[in-house]
């Protein structure tokens, strides 16, 4: 994107945008007492589950490593302004890419909370705001797989949600994360913010 006067057109974002990358991330993940059954679901249908980690994407792509540690500070500032707040993780939905290609996932609510959350995070990195440019914005989802088909989507979510138990958590950090390149690509925890004061 382009700033300034015609003829005088200056690439003010384009420095730092370059230095966006998809082997980083900004994220919620649940605690790992609540992975057992969102692994299972994970284990025969997502693609995913090798590389990453249960989780709620709040900023990706996201900036490099070694971009972290100054990072983490004014991240830090903006979630001292947000308390921990409950989250429940109850029901199955899909995001349409076109195709007969569907992604399942689970809804974590209240959304508010999260939209509040990723609001705050995205001001501090306004070029990282990738998850928030789809039509209605940003949608906090935790993926558990892919599927072909409308009819098999529709059969699978409803057999999901048969047999689901919601579960809750409090969501008391973010986790900056990181991976390396293949073979060696499996997301890493970086470092943790706390949020609240």
């Avoid at 994220?27 to 589950?49: E, F, G, S």
């Avoid at 029901?91 to 569907?102: K, Q």
């Amino acid at each position: 994107m382009w700033f300034g006067h015609p003829g005088r057109a200056v690439p003010r974002l384009v420095e730092s945008m370059a230095r966006k990358t998809h082997r980083t991330a900004v994220v919620i993940i649940p605690p790992r007492t609540l992975w057992p059954p969102i692994q299972a679901i994970r284990q025969k249908y997502d693609r995913q589950l090798r590389r990453w980690m249960p989780h709620i994407n709040l900023l990706y792509p996201f900036r490099p490593p070694e971009e972290f540690p100054a990072l983490a500070e004014r991240l830090a500032g903006a979630c001292r302004s947000i308390e921990p707040f409950q989250v429940q993780l109850t029901e199955f939905r899909f995001f349409h890419h076109g195709r007969e290609r569907y992604t399942l996932w689970l809804a974590p609510e209240p959304k508010s909370s999260l939209v509040r959350l990723q609001a705050a995070l995205s001001a501090v990195v306004p070029d990282c705001d990738d998850v928030s440019r789809f039509q209605g914005g940003f949608t906090p989802h935790l993926s558990v797989g892919q599927v072909r088909g409308r009819t098999k989507m529709k059969k699978l979510i409803a057999e999901l949600q048969a047999g689901w138990r919601p579960l809750g958590f409090v969501v008391r950090e973010i986790s900056l994360i990181w991976r390396r390149e293949p073979p060696d690509d499996v997301f890493r925890v970086a470092r943790a913010i706390r949020l609240g004061g």
